[in-house]
T-cell receptor, first 114, second 116 residues
Framework: KQEVTQIPAALSVPEGENLVLNCSFT??????LQWFRQDPGKGLTSLLLIQSSQREQTSGRLNASLDKSSGRSTLYIAASQPGDSATYLCAVRPWDNYGQNFVFGPGTRLSVLP | NAGVTQTPKFRILKIGQSMTLQCTQDMNHNYMYWYRQDPGMGLKLIYYSVGAGITDKGEVPNGYNVSRSTTEDFPLRLELAAPSQTSVYFCASSYTSGGAHTGELFFGEGSRLTVL
């Protein structure tokens, strides 16, 4: 059974710092991996989607990498801003459960201090 | 571009009442999902649908029912509400097919339900 973990559970950094959020999954047979942002009381906003054949994706100050062999993905946020404060979740789509379910991590709560 | 729209955003129910959470998407996605999110418990799949007329149970289906009569709409019905159904409910959709399609998952804003 696929399991997804995210470390750390919470992170607090000063504004301007570069940071890395980690996502680990137990089964490398995945279709894709997606990073989301969730603001308090809001839905999940898609940030980046990495297909299983890709190594990384970039959008603005965000860069996500994928290493299937080690079961890891990282989300790199450059020059963090207070507006980046939110909970970040990763989710994998298992290959053998094609399209039926995503397995979500518990999230990392990020606070960027002015 | 509306994306995934859920109504209502907030609702308080009494034990034993029933209600329907509405979800509609305008992206012509074939897959639709209902999740619940509880503090410290992560997202759990309630039901999903792979297309109009086809639905299937997820991880926590008890106490809920769904239907999918059109591609756009995927309502979630709560029968005989119980305090354990107090949660935030999210509808999501994606387009999934063979080949190179991305299958990106999009979420609605959520419906916060309290059962007293």
């Amino acid at each position: 059974k696929q399991e997804v973990t995210q470390i750390p559970a919470a992170l607090s950094v000063p504004e301007g710092e570069n940071l890395v959020l980690n996502c680990s999954f137990t089964d490398s047979a995945i279709y894709n991996l997606q990073w989301f942002r969730q603001d308090p009381g809001k839905g999940l906003t898609s940030l980046l989607l990495i297909q299983s054949s890709q190594r990384e994706q970039t959008s603005g100050r965000l860069n996500a990498s994928l290493d299937k062999s080690s079961g890891r993905s990282t989300l790199y946020i450059a020059a963090s801003q207070p507006g980046d404060s939110a909970t970040y979740l990763c989710a994998v789509r298992p290959w053998d459960n094609y399209g039926q379910n995503f397995v979500f991590g518990p999230g990392t709560r990020l606070s960027v201090l002015p | 571009n509306a994306g995934v729209t859920q109504t209502p955003k907030f609702r308080i129910l009494k034990i034993g009442q029933s209600m329907t959470l509405q979800c509609t998407q305008d992206m012509n996605h074939n897959y639709m999902y209902w999740y619940r999110q509880d503090p410290g418990m992560g997202l759990k799949l309630i039901y999903y649908s792979v297309g109009a007329g086809i639905t299937d149970k997820g991880e926590v289906p008890n106490g809920y029912n769904v239907s999918r009569s059109t591609t756009e709409d995927f309502p979630l019905r709560l029968e005989l509400a119980a305090p354990s159904q107090t949660s935030v409910y999210f509808c999501a959709s994606s387009y999934t097919s063979g080949g190179a399609h991305t299958g990106e998952l999009f979420f609605g804003e959520g419906s916060r339900l309290t059962v007293l």
